[in-house]
């Protein structure tokens, strides 16, 4: 695009914004004031006149040789979280880059929001490349729509197209503010056009012919030699932004009309959240720098390692997937490695094992847990059992039909950096249980040795995980008896300690709610939408789409989400009472109660449109219980409880 005289370095268009807005919103954006986007060595401009650019040709003085690459993503930080590693690796290949922005991103919120994300994009790209962030503000005109272009003045090869449609909502609902439009209602044919955001650079609309015939110009006309975008594989309520489906349907339809040699690669979304990481700790580093540069304007958005760790993106940083790839990373597996010596024989190969989750998308089953071999991501993936997003109360057993003699349990975590078991208890089919201590994060096997005991089965469930821990597992469990001893059958084993819950009675004047005198917490919430833990105690059995505020939500939470109750006294608990979200994509299918008192109570399948799962169980005195979900429906992105109740008997 070659510069004219109409051409301006873009340097303090938050400034305009601020004087724009309301006083609030001022208050509001001067956490963002820093870092700025300025023009090298001079004070910031005041007008913002725009010169023209065709579709095709990067900016003046770019070289393109190394090839072109057009990223179409929905909003404006998909690239970095989804497609993050490949970005910086066509940049620092000296590849022309232009991402096309599909989406305002604003999440229904005013102006300054969408704007700064905008803002956090350019100053991120800037990182990305190792130059001030100086842009200078173009249009180029496709099919007809006149479409606000940025370039990087001191990095001409990068460029970014804004079309600053309203954000869809994650299951394509759309927002009150931009009239509930949604790229996803668009493409399905519900909605006639869309139109761009109130402050949009060019306000215009779309129908989804305009639209396609925009996506196609923009391909043509920059004439690229690789189309990324984000999952075109997927399916609506599948767990990923509806928006992101959309974008890429639409690029993928784009790139199939365009006849000049390319390839073409769609990035999978938040699912990625459910794979093992397969970016090592350098990518993750490089990928986390840039996304924190973007953070700094977006508020929404968590801007450093420990502020990520507790949301998705803690989990994003540390993926990247292209559609149709498997599940292993990208280093080769090593030589598996024996367990320590045994003290004793080894039994392990005659029980049967179970787990409260496992993940067979991607091999990491239960079975590998005792499968030999002491190994896990990012050597050898299909090497471990793992839970995806289980935390503290995830469980694996084994089990003897003809019973056994234990004296030790050797356990070995999960060998990557991120996800540690620091604490657990065995619990032996006799009812005695031993406390297990903090596994070694690499991967070293953790001996546990103990009285000898007669048992069935033994279940080691984990009691306390790391604050990065996203998918509790093992890379491995050993079960011993002494070497002197021989299996002894037992004649009845002992019941598993998850007790059937007894048919719902009719309600008795001796049961009492003792929810209001309880302490919630949960594993995470949703502060920024107001689902947050509370809601699931506040006696109002609602929640989204009727009154999203009514209920807990744990975002891109799935099995091993948990929500706990505690009394500052001693409670005699007899009945549970949960309601599930009502709406129809997230769906609890089991659970487990666990009581302060070591003992737990299975949870069926909670009714989907939020009705009252009425789980009574012989009452016990206990200071605390947690229900922690372990099955949830193939569409669940966001697990959660519009209400739990706690009840006594008298």
């Known amino acids: 695009m070659p510069r004219t005289e109409h051409d301006t370095v873009r340097t303090s268009r938050r400034t305009r914004r601020i004087g724009a807005a309301s006083a609030a919103a001022v208050l ?33 003085g770019a070289d393109c040789s190394a090839g072109r690459v057009l990223t179409m993503v929905a909003h404006a930080d998909d690239d970095l979280l989804f497609s993050g590693t490949e970005l910086r690796a066509d940049v620092d290949a000296g590849k022309c880059v232009r991402s096309v922005v599909v989406t305002a991103g604003d999440a229904g919120k005013p102006a300054w929001y969408w704007q700064a994300r905008e803002d956090g994009l350019m100053a991120s790209y800037a990182e990305i490349a190792g130059v001030d962030a100086d842009w200078t503000t173009g249009q180029v005109v496709v099919a007809g729509k ?90 609506y309520g599948d767990g990923d932004h509806s928006d992101h489906h959309t974008v890429a349907y639409l690029a993928d339809e784009a790139q199939a009309t365009y006849t000049a040699a390319h390839t073409f690669t769609g990035y999978l979304g938040y699912p990625i959240a459910n794979r093992p990481a397969n970016l090592s700790a350098a990518q993750t580093a490089a990928k986390a720098a840039a996304f924190f540069a973007y953070a700094a304007y977006d508020g929404e958005t968590c801007g450093s390692t420990s502020a990520c760790a507790s949301r998705p993106e803690g989990s994003w940083l540390s993926r990247q997937y292209a559609v149709g790839s498997s599940a292993e990373p990208p280093t080769d597996p090593t030589d598996p490695t024996d367990p320590l010596p045994a003290q004793g024989t080894d039994v392990t190969a005659g029980a049967t094992v179970t787990a409260s989750a496992e993940n067979p998308a991607d091999g990491q089953t239960a079975v590998k847990a005792v499968d030999g071999v002491v190994s896990g991501y990012p050597d050898a993936p299909t090497a471990e059992w793992a839970a995806p997003w289980g935390g503290v109360g995830t469980w694996i057993q084994l089990g003897w039909a003809a019973g056994t003699t234990l004296h030790e349990i050797d356990l070995a ?129 609602s929640g989204y789409p009727d009154n999203t505020t009514a209920e807990w939500a744990a975002p891109w939470g799935r099995t091993g989400v948990w929500i706990q109750l505690d009394w500052a006294a001693s409670q005699r608990l007899g009945r549970i009472v949960l309601h599930d979200r009502p709406n129809s994509a997230d769906q609890v299918t089991s659970g487990t109660l666990t009581f302060s008192d070591g003992s737990q109570v299975a949870v069926g399948t909670l009714p989907n449109g939020g009705d009252a799962l009425t789980v009574d169980f012989t009452p016990r005195d206990v200071t605390w219980v947690r229900f922690t979900v372990t099955g949830v429906s193939d569409s669940t992105g966001n697990v959660g409880l519009s209400e739990i109740r706690a009840w006594t008997t008298g």
């Open 146 to 235: 006149t479409l606000r272009t940025e370039t990087l003045a001191t990095h001409p090869e990068l460029s970014l197209v804004f079309l600053e449609l309203p954000d869809g909502n994650i299951d394509g609902s759309g927002f009150a503010a931009t009239d509930d439009e949604s790229l996803e209602k668009l493409y399905e044919g519900h909605i006639p056009t869309m139109h761009t955001v109130d402050g949009a650079s060019q306000p215009t609309s779309y129908s989804l012919t305009s639209l396609r015939a925009t996506f196609a110009g923009l391909v043509t006309g920059y004439a690229p030699t690789e189309i990324h975008t984000l999952d075109h594989g997927g399916t």
């Open 28 to 60: 509001g954006l001067v956490a963002f004031v820093v870092p700025t986007l300025t023009a090298t060595g001079g004070a910031a401009h005041a007008d913002t006149t725009t010169g023209q650019s065709s579709a095709s040709g990067a900016a003046a």
């Open 413 to 541: 975590d999960r060998p990557n950096g991120d996800d540690q078991v620091t604490g657990g208890t065995l619990t032996f089919s006799d009812g005695s249980s031993v406390a297990v201590p903090s596994l070694d994060n690499g991967g070293a096997v953790q001996r546990v040795t103990f009285s000898a005991r007669q048992v069935s089965w033994v279940r080691f469930t984990v009691g306390s995980v790391s604050g990065t821990t996203r998918n509790v597992g093992l890379a491995e469990i050993r079960a011993f008896r002494p070497a002197d001893t021989t299996p002894t059958p037992t004649p009845t084993p002992t019941p598993t300690p998850t007790p059937t819950p007894t048919p719902t009675p009719t309600p008795t004047p001796t049961l009492s709610d003792v929810t209001g005198s309880a302490t919630p917490t949960a594993a995470w919430d949703d502060q920024s939408t107001g689902q947050t833990v509370a809601k699931a105690v506040d006696g109002v059995v």
